[in-house]
């Protein structure tokens, strides 16, 4: 399981070590060597878990997918980012968690104003 990139959908064989890693990161983490670039690339669908080779060079839209299940493998990588979040109840049902940082207005009960009735009298 990587934890550089949460949706890793294949494994990648580096061709230095010949070991399977899901991304570069991984490779830098545990091998002691640089990662040797290669244009044809060995990778493992981890839906259908079958190995296929694609070259690089002749990388069109359709070899985005997986020849065996169709697995669409080249997706944005989401990775992992810091939050703090606050955990509650639904919004709709309790909504003490959320904040309003509009500025309230006051209610003008009668259409004499009354702050401004000490500036208006003799």
Known sequence: MCKHVLNAQVAIRSPCCRKWFDCAECHAEKEDHPLLQAFEMVFVCKKCK?????????FEDSDEYCPHCDNHFV???VTPKPMLEVEGED?????????????????????FDVKEAPNKLG
């Open 75 to 77: 997706i944005n990588a």
């Open 50 to 58: 079958k190995a296929f080779r694609k070259d690089a060079r002749e």
């Open 91 to 111: 919004a709709r049902v309790d909504s003490r968690m959320i904040k309003d940082d509009r500025v309230r207005q006051e209610d003008l009960r009668t259409i």
